[in-house]
Each structure stands twice: as structure tokens, then as C-alpha cells.
């Protein structure tokens, strides 16, 4: 599947998949280690994960399995959003490069501006803290390129101010209805921070959406690849999950274009996704 292979170019210079193999919520162990195995046969060549994931030790054994040299794969983990301290980015790092078995990750991220546990709390001077980290491992060469996720634009604003490398990418939760939080996309691709969307199907909620259904059906597509497609041609980098075998070759089929006027009525879609309903699609 050429689209696979398709890449955007980061504020580096490094070339990276415009489509990623997702790894949240699939737990260590035989699901994780199988499923990125697959995918990595299926042609992708970016896979996803973090070190909050727990899964780091599966993606890093399927990927030295594949037998595809580690140059042809492009790898992105995160680090620990609890974590804001200079020696404990470090310390993250280190552990993530161990449990993966690599000598080094493609991309490394700060997972989010604030603990998952105080969601939306300052942590402006740990987040300027772990950025220098950041630097740090960036230099080294043993992160090909740095950046964050769900970062708003004012902690993005804080990192420029303070930092002396501008994040490579931004990678948030982006999805039919949900795109343009805060005005977020529109001051990183100002900044050439590339966005990355996560969920691009809403971990699944979007799938029974009878809008979106009837774009899917003038396409003969899937609301699934629909969805994808969507996020692709709003220039992201899209980061699909799944398990299921029929669906990571279906996530990879989208080499396809939705036009203009199919495009702006999507874009209207507001709201769509009730995120606290249960994931319909595993």
C-alpha cells in the first residue's frame, strides 16, 4: 500500500509516515506484540506508542521480529505526562529506550502539559524544565526529533519562549467535528509544528454517525476510512488503532479523495462525538 509509505517532512528535515499504527490501550503482551506485528507486515512503518501505554516492551519485540531494517521504521514514544523535571526526562527516556530494545526513537514527545491525574493544572515551569531535557536527547541524536501532545497553545508559547528548539509535532485529539480546539492547529501549522491526530475515529464513537455515513456511501467507503482520509487532507498525520486484522488493512485503504464540498461539509460537523459514551469499535 503506497499510501503507507507517503511521508510529510518535519521541521528537522526527517521524513515521517503520513499514516501511524496507534498502540493505546492495547495491553503488553501477545495483543500488542501481534497486532504491531501485522501491521508492520501490512506495510505500515510508523507505529505509536508511549511509555504510559505499558506496551513499549511488545511494540519494541515485533518490530526487531519484523526483520525490516530499524531505519525503515519510524518510531515515536512519549514521555510520562506526570513527569516535569529535567534528570527524570532523562531517567524516562532511558527506561523507554531499555523496555523498547532500540538505540533510538524517531520521535519523542512530551505525552501531555499536565498530569493525567490534574488535568488543565500549570505546570508551565516543569513542562520549560523537561524541554531542556528534551534538547538534551535531541542533540544526542538518540531522538531523531521532539515535540508534545495535547499541548494548547499557550504551553506551546511557553516552550518557544524558553526552549531554543521548536517542537517537531503536536500530536492531539483530532477527528471529524473535533479539529480546531483553541485555534491549536492553526498556530502550529504557523509554526511548522506538524499536527498528528490521535483517534481519528474517536476511539470509535464516530463510526454510527449517520453524517458521516452518508459521505462514506457516496465513496463506497467505510466511515472508518472516510474518517481517515478527512484527517490526512487537513494535512495531518494520522494515527488509527485497532486490533482486528480486517480493520488495520481497512485503516491503510485510503488512498482516495473526498472533494472539496464533501470536505467543507465535514468541517461543519461541530460536536459530533460524545466522548464519554463506550468505544463501539475495538
Known amino acids: 500500500m503506497g499510501i503507507l509509505t507517503d511521508t510529510y517532512t518535519l521541521n528537522t528535515g526527517a521524513k515521517i509516515p503520513r499514516i501511524g499504527f496507534g498502540t493505546w490501550q492495547i495491553p503488553n503482551g501477545n495483543e500488542a506484540y501481534t497486532s504491531t ?7 505500515y512503518r510508523h507505529i505509536d506508542t508511549a511509555r504510559v501505554y505499558g506496551n513499549e516492551e511488545s511494540v519494541g519485540k515485533a518490530i526487531a521480529d519484523s526483520g525490516i531494517a530499524r531505519e ?11 513527569i516535569k523535571t529535567y534528570e527524570g526526562v532523562l531517567d524516562a527516556f532511558e527506561t523507554s529506550l531499555a523496555t ?28 520549560i524544565a523537561a524541554w531542556k ?48 480546539k483553541d485555534n491549536v492547529t492553526e498556530f502550529c501549522q504557523a509554526h511548522n509544528i506538524l499536527i498528528e491526530a490521535y483517534s481519528p475515529l474517536a476511539t470509535g464513537r464516530i463510526l454510527d454517525k449517520p453524517q458521516v ?17 478527512y484527517t ?3 494535512g495531518t498525520v494520522t ?19 473526498i472533494d472539496a464540498e464533501d470536505m467543507a461539509y465535514l ?13 463501539i469499535r475495538k
Open 100 to 127: 523498547l530494545g532500540v538505540n533510538y526513537v524517531d520521535l519523542y514527545l512530551i505525552h501531555a502539559p499536565w498530569p493525567w491525574t490534574d488535568r488543565g493544572g500549570n505546570y508551565t515551569e516543569g513542562n
Open 133 to 180: 531535557a528534551m534538547e538534551e536527547i535531541y542533540k544526542s541524536g538518540r531522538a531523531k526529533a521532539i515535540g508534545v501532545s495535547n499541548f494548547s497553545v499557550s504551553d506551546i508559547q511557553a516552550i518557544l519562549d524558553n526552549g531554543t528548539i521548536v517542537p517537531a509535532a503536536n500530536q492531539i485529539k483530532f477527528f471529524i467535528g473535533n479539529t480546531e
Open 72 to 82: 525503515d521504521i519510524f518510531l515515536t514514544t512519549k514521555l510520562p505526562a506526570d
Open 239 to 257: 494515527l488509527p488503532k485497532s486490533t482486528h486484522e480486517e480493520y488495520i488493512l481497512q485503516n491503510a485503504n485510503v488512498d482516495f479523495e
Open 267 to 279: 468541517d461543519s460537523l461541530k460536536d459530533l462525538v460524545d466522548l464519554t459514551q463506550p468505544n
Open 213 to 229: 455515513q452518508k459521505i462514506a456511501d457516496k465513496y463506497d467507503k467505510t466511515v472508518a476510512q472516510i474518517s481517515i482520509r
Open 232 to 234: 490526512l487532507q487537513r
Open 37 to 43: 506485528a501485522f501491521a508492520l507486515k501490512s506495510g
